[in-house]
Structure formats: structure tokens, C-alpha cells
């Protein structure tokens, strides 16, 4: 089955400044890649997708881009807030159920 | 929020025990996916069911069970209760022409003493 792995585990960054969460994932036949952010006790949150055919989406100050070739996905956080810290959990999935495969999290810590 | 309710929030039980986890979907989503979030295994895929039939199953455990009924609702049994399967449970809804995009759930946060 597809396997995500994410990296770094924890990030801190100062207020303002930009994060990037980087994964990976093995197979290729995954077409969807999202991102969900998840606040201490509550439900994931999804917060921006890509599909195969694109290579890069923007909303806001949140952006992910994608490369099919070597298998990797990242999230972009512009003009970090307080707000922002929270763990992100990107995922991928394949046809036809649309199963989502989790990576294990990435704890953004923002400074003010 | 997401539209996805779940019920109940906290449950807290003795090894051995057997519980029932319910989760409505959005309105008008088909598709029902239930999630295992532990410290050790991150968000674990379990199980999928769509307009009442399962589709997909993950690594979901014998002890597990689902169904889904004909208002579109889903429960998840869990039997034989361990310590280990302490954890919260995620549902998430999602329409049929995009079974990948997915809206969780508040989740059930299940204690096993």
C-alpha cells in the first residue's frame, strides 16, 4: 500500500517568517494530495488539495506544489501567524476508494 | 464545521467491553470512512462504506466492525475492548464524484481503563 512520510517532525519559525513541510510517498499511481491541519483535540482540517495534473495551487498564504517525478509533495506557509501553529498532516491517495494514506505530522510551532 | 457529526464525543470503558461509535455524513455524501488516530500509528485508515455497501477496508482489526444504514449513517463496534485501542475515531464524508476529498468528523476520543 502507499506509505507518506513527512519531514521535518517539529518546525518552529518566527512570526512572519515562512514554513515548509516536505513529503514523500511511493505509489505512483496516487493521483490526490491533501493537506489537513489538526489543532490540539479537535478534527482534522483540510486546508488546501493538488491533483496529478497540476504542479502547483495557491490559496492565499498557503500554497503546495508537486512533483510527480520524484514522488514529492510540499506545503508552503507564507507570513506565518500565531494561528498557524497547529500539526499538518499531508496524505495521498489512489483510485479508485480514495483511501487516504497519512504521513505522520509535522508540529509547526509559531514564535510572536 | 465540517457538516460530519459524531457521537459520542468522550467514551471511557473497561477492557473487555464493547462500544458503538455513530457518525452522520454530510448532507447528500455517500461515502463513509472511518479513521484510528493513536500517538504510536498516526491517522490509520480503517475502513469505507459507501450508500450502504464497504468498499475498502484498511487495517482494521477482526474485533472491528461497521456497517452503514439506509439514512446514510455509519457506526463503528469495537469488541473485546484492549488497552491499546485507546485513540480517537475520525469519520469522514465525501461526495461520489470526489470519494478523495474528505471532511472529518469531530471525533469519538475512546479511554479504555
Known amino acids: 500500500g502507499e506509505n507518506v512520510e513527512q519531514h521535518p517532525s517539529t518546525l518552529s519559525v518566527q512570526e512572519g517568517d515562512s514554513a515548509v513541510i516536505k513529503c514523500t510517498y511511493s505509489d505512483s499511481a496516487s493521483n490526490y494530495f491533501p493537506w489537513y491541519k489538526q489543532e490540539l483535540g479537535k478534527r482534522p482540517q483540510l486546508i488546501i488539495d493538488?491533483?496529478?495534473?497540476?504542479g502547483e495551487k495557491k490559496d492565499q498564504r498557503i500554497a503546495v506544489t508537486l512533483n510527480k517525478t520524484a514522488k514529492h509533495f510540499s506545503l508552503h506557509i507564507t507570513e506565518t501567524q500565531p494561528e498557524d501553529s497547529a500539526v499538518y498532516f499531508c496524505?495521498?491517495?489512489?483510485?479508485?476508494?480514495?483511501?487516504?494514506?497519512f504521513g505522520k505530522g509535522n508540529q509547526v510551532v509559531v514564535i510572536p | 464545521d465540517s457538516g460530519v457529526t459524531q457521537t459520542p464525543k468522550h467514551l471511557i470503558t473497561a477492557t473487555g467491553q464493547r462500544v458503538t461509535l455513530r457518525c452522520s455524513p454530510r448532507?447528500?455524501?455517500?461515502?463513509v470512512y472511518w479513521y484510528q488516530q493513536s500517538l504510536d500509528q498516526g491517522l490509520q485508515f480503517l475502513i469505507q462504506?459507501?450508500?450502504?455497501?464497504?468498499?475498502a477496508k484498511g487495517n482494521i482489526l477482526e474485533r472491528f466492525s461497521a456497517q452503514q444504514f439506509p439514512d446514510l449513517h455509519s457506526e463503528l463496534n469495537l469488541s473485546s475492548l484492549e488497552l491499546g485501542d485507546s485513540a480517537l475515531y475520525f469519520c469522514a464524508s465525501s461526495v461520489e464524484s470526489r470519494p478523495d476529498t474528505q471532511y472529518f468528523g469531530p471525533g469519538t476520543r475512546l479511554t479504555v481503563l
Open positions: 448532507s447528500g455524501d455517500l461515502s
Open positions: 496524505a495521498a491517495s489512489s483510485p479508485p476508494e480514495g483511501r487516504l494514506a
Open positions: 462504506y459507501y450508500n450502504g455497501e464497504e468498499r
Open positions: 493538488i491533483r496529478s495534473n497540476v
